[in-house]
């Protein structure tokens, strides 16, 4: 699972102009964004423990969370059922809100959820659990914000209110839009699979079983 996670998805250099956002259209997304942080989620106990991230994060900066766990991890000074009363599609909350919260069930190595990718082209920041299992994977490391780069929780909910603030510092976790394409889902990801036989790419586990072992979770 986890090598297909990583083969599925890729940022690529060079941006063509059908896969990268011009400054103008990042400036015309900035405008809309007036809420906080989205997360869209249905387990809600996790071998991650997110659940506890999330209701911890809540005390200090907004959260609108939709799903199954909406009302077991909305806390009273999240916007989250407040903000939705009317008809609101996703698209409608996607489009307002600054950073979505892609926190894994698990974290394992060589686990990227398919939620950091799809979100961060749809111009939300991701806000990720830990750093580590997204170094050396060609995502551009100013792309996201990583929860333990932080102090505490509360730290990352004052930076997350700082950047709502801050329209210059919230955009440079664009930047990687003038240099790389959109990372793409799925329509590429046979061709990806098909340039890496053609280039004779091995991937060689010695033992597949620890590759794969649930143990390297937590």
């Avoid at 106990?45 to 199954?68: A, C, P, Q, W």
Wanted: net charge positive; glycine share 4%; aromatic share 12%.
């Amino acid at each position: 699972m986890s090598i297909c996670t990583l083969n599925i998805y890729r940022f690529h250099a060079k941006p063509s102009k059908d896969r990268s956002y011009t400054p103008l259209q990042l400036l015309a997304a900035l405008k809309r964004k007036t809420k906080g942080s989205l997360i869209f989620v249905s387990h809600c106990r996790t071998i991650s423990k997110r659940e506890d991230v999330i209701r911890e994060l809540g005390r200090y900066t907004e959260i609108t969370v939709r799903g199954k766990c909406e009302k077991q991890l909305s806390v009273n000074n999240s916007l989250g059922s407040e903000f939705c009363k009317s008809n609101c599609g996703d698209d409608d909350l996607i489009a307002t809100h600054r950073f979505y919260l892609a926190f894994e069930n698990s974290i394992c190595d060589e686990y990227i959820t398919e939620k950091f990718y799809v979100r961060i082209t749809e111009l939300l920041v991701p806000v990720v659990l830990e750093r580590k299992i997204y170094t050396d994977t060609g995502i551009p490391p100013d792309s996201f914000i990583a929860a333990d780069d932080f102090n505490s929780v509360a730290e990352l909910g004052e930076y997350l209110n700082y950047l709502r603030k801050n329209d210059t510092a919230y955009l440079r976790y664009f930047a990687w839009t003038q240099y790389y394409r959109k990372p793409i889902y799925q329509t590429s990801a046979m061709c990806n699979l098909c340039e890496d036989i053609y280039k004779g790419k091995k991937i060689i586990a010695s033992d597949i079983n620890k590759s794969f072992n649930i143990n390297d979770c937590h």
